[in-house]
């Protein structure tokens, strides 16, 4: 398909049910056939590949109908603009990778942490501060909290050591 690129004049074009394989060779062609309106590439192998309407959908900048079903400009548009965010988080990427090793934080697993406006503080949402409105206040952590357990309600009693210490018992 590559040596038909030389028809800059294009408006229609069917190569349904051939032998078609490459994307890429189509989008290169396509992108060289700037009045291209209606292209049928139906029966192909190439249809099977993923996003392969999407594809000649932004290569081919003036085609109206694929395949006998019709390219609205709104979709056009958006995969366009889907195409141009990727490539700029993918160039953004590259550029932000670290040249040094990756250093790990470590895990927290207390879960009070973190829910409230301020990361890291420990806080609960209350309403009984003096003004009687909705707020956030300190709560101490559960791994601070001494954990009152009747013993008399269970027969087997097993506590994990992440959760207390046996000073906590």
């Known amino acids: 398909i590559r040596k038909l690129s030389v028809l800059k004049e294009l408006r229609h074009f069917s190569a349904a049910d051939n032998k078609l394989h490459s994307i890429g060779d189509l989008e290169t062609v ?28 932004v290569s081919c900048k003036k085609l109206e109908t694929l395949d006998g079903k019709e390219i609205k400009e709104v979709t056009r548009q958006f995969l366009i603009n889907w195409k141009a965010a990727k490539e700029t988080k993918k160039k953004g990427m590259v550029n932000q990778m670290p040249s ?7 895990l927290n697993n207390d879960f009070n942490v973190g829910h409230c406006p301020l990361p890291g503080h420990i806080y609960c949402h209350t309403t009984t501060n003096s003004t009687n409105t909705p707020g956030w206040e300190p709560h101490p952590s559960l791994r601070t909290q001494k954990l009152k357990i009747p013993l008399s309600r269970f027969n087997q009693l097993s506590i994990s050591p992440a959760i207390c210490s046996l000073e906590d018992i």
């Open 30 to 57: 396509c992108s060289l056939w700037p009045e291209l309106l209606q292209m049928d590439l139906s029966g192909n192998p190439v249809c099977k590949n993923r996003k392969y309407r999407d594809r000649l959908t």
């Open 100 to 106: 040094g090793s990756l250093i790990a934080l470590p």
